[in-house]
């Protein structure tokens, strides 16, 4: 399984050097994530990559078949964020269980390595207008059972989703989604 290998891995072994102050709260059941990210875009289009063109900006590190173009999402309630597999093989890394197309995506379930503890999440996210462009706002938060506690994937959860929340904002001004040095 390659979903978050590098970034998982780093954050682990670095531990507090790789935190971002956006865990907003963390315990042994669970914790939160949040974060926003400024795209110079209006919101609609925004969206619109974020959901028809992520196999373009999704880094391929953080998917289970190592190609981000596997990966879809059915903006529609009871849709599916889903990657697919060979031999007919799947991943549904979440559910949308809200959407207002262009403005906010409530999406429930637990990402890459999460998927095999007792845990879920709940992913809420917005697309307003903001200084001539889009404000993403990302709130993600996890709960469930570790044995070692939750809090210890706060931090690489945030660094992986905040990994990719920035190669959308590149993808969306450059082209390119690498963000720039």
């Known amino acids: 399984m390659r979903f978050w290998s590098a970034g998982l891995a780093a954050a682990l072994i670095f531990g507090p050097t790789l935190t971002r102050a956006e865990v907003a709260d963390s315990s042994a059941a669970g914790f939160t994530v949040k974060f ?6 209006p919101p609609a289009d925004v969206y619109q990559k974020f959901v028809h063109n992520i196999g373009d900006w999704w880094n391929p590190e953080h998917t289970f078949s ?31 269980i809200y959407v ?15 998927q095999s503890l007792a845990a879920t999440g709940t992913m809420s996210i917005g697309f307003s ?4 462009g889009t404000k993403i706002s990302v709130i993600y938060t996890v709960g469930g059972y570790s044995a070692d506690g939750l ?8 660094m992986v989703v905040h990994e ?5 904002r590149s993808y969306v001004e450059t082209g390119s989604p690498a963000p720039k040095q």
């Open 66 to 96: 190592g190609n981000p173009r596997n990966l879809s999402i059915d903006d529609k309630a009871a849709g599916c964020f889903c990657e697919k597999l060979p031999d007919n093989g799947g991943v549904r890394h979440f559910d949308i």
């Open 164 to 168: 990719q929340f920035d190669r959308l």
């Open 36 to 41: 926003s990210v400024a795209v110079k875009a």
């Open 100 to 114: 207002a197309p262009g403005k906010q995506m409530v999406l429930s379930g637990a990402m890459g390595p999460l």
């Open 151 to 158: 809090n210890k994937w706060a931090a690489p959860v945030d």
């Open 129 to 132: 207008a903001a200084d001539g």
